[in-house]
């Protein structure tokens, strides 16, 4: 429940732009990722496209989250505000319930002529991720792809989960959804990246960002990662980029 730590602002399509420009603007969060990148020099990661994104950019090595778990830090993130302005220290009540009228930054851009969507976790999910600051929906679909259980791709695991889920729910009412696992802390299926959650979310992402462009207006889209945020599920070839024994 912790939140990302790397974020990426890319601007696409220009390589300079004056302040009269309004250039497209992609933003990539990512859940519980701490700087062990190679472009921090971590001996141990493979992480091409985000090195490569670092070394086009600007890469900060002084920044720090406000808050140790996904609401609030990721409230403070998106509104400028610290966790003692906003109210928000835990996950269990939204930032529209503290600060109805506060600005967050897709809000931001809806002023200056934007129009704003987002694809998978960039507030914290209970918020229905913040509806207020999207202009518009992603896409609703890709042709060939079918949304994933969320979670696991293997049917023994997903089914694993809700047998646990079950479980919990008997024995501990509604306040078993906060955040209680309910299924194998890892999974390392042999399926392509669409069958996980965030395979999926980059496909209508992708698709998203295509239609926004059509448009006449610029366009801010919001991209969240879940993982590296437990539980630990990914396609097997990514995990075959590690040699266990090493690490």
Same mark, same amino acid.
Not at 25 to 46: H, K, N, Q
Not at 108 to 134: L, Q, R
């Given at each position: ?58 890469l900060f090595n002084r920044a720090y989250c406000q808050q140790a778990i996904c609401r609030p830090s990721r409230a403070s ?24 009228? %506060? ?7 809806? $002023?200056? !002529? ?5 694809? &998978?976790?960039? +507030? ?39 047998e646990n889920m079950k479980e919990m729910l008997a024995k501990y009412g509604e306040t078993a959804r906060r955040g209680l696992g309910s299924g194998p802390a890892y999974e390392s299926a042999d399926v392509p990246d669409a ?8 496909? %209508? ?7 926004? $462009?059509? !448009? ?5 889209? &919001?991209?969240? +990662? ?22």
């Amino acid at each position: 429940m912790k939140l990302y730590l790397a974020i990426a602002l890319v601007v696409l399509g220009v390589t300079r732009c004056d302040a009269s420009e309004k250039p497209n603007v992609l933003f990539i969060a990512v859940d519980d990722l701490r700087p062990e990148l190679g472009c921090y020099g971590s001996p141990i990661a493979v992480s091409p496209h985000l090195d490569a994104l670092a070394n086009d950019g600007l890469l900060f090595n002084r920044a720090y989250c406000q808050q140790a778990i996904c609401r609030p830090s990721r409230a403070s993130l998106m509104t400028g505000a610290r966790p003692e302005t906003t109210g928000l220290f835990h996950n269990y009540v939204s930032l529209r319930e503290l600060q109805p009228n %506060i600005v967050t930054l897709p809000q931001h851009f809806i $002023a200056n !002529g934007y129009e704003t969507a987002y694809c &998978g976790k960039i +507030f914290h999910p209970g918020d229905t991720d913040e509806e207020n600051s999207w202009s518009r929906n992603p896409v609703k679909s890709v042709k060939g792809l079918d949304q994933p259980v969320p979670g696991y791709a293997l049917p023994e695991n997903i089914k694993l989960r809700n047998e646990n889920m079950k479980e919990m729910l008997a024995k501990y009412g509604e306040t078993a959804r906060r955040g209680l696992g309910s299924g194998p802390a890892y999974e390392s299926a042999d399926v392509p990246d669409a069958a996980y959650d965030d395979g999926y979310n980059t496909q %209508i992402a992708i698709a998203t960002m295509k239609e926004m $462009a059509k !448009g006449d207006k610029p366009f801010f889209l &919001g991209m969240g +990662f879940k993982r590296p945020h437990l539980n630990w599920t990914a396609p097997k070839k990514y995990w075959d980029l590690y040699d266990r024994d090493a690490i």
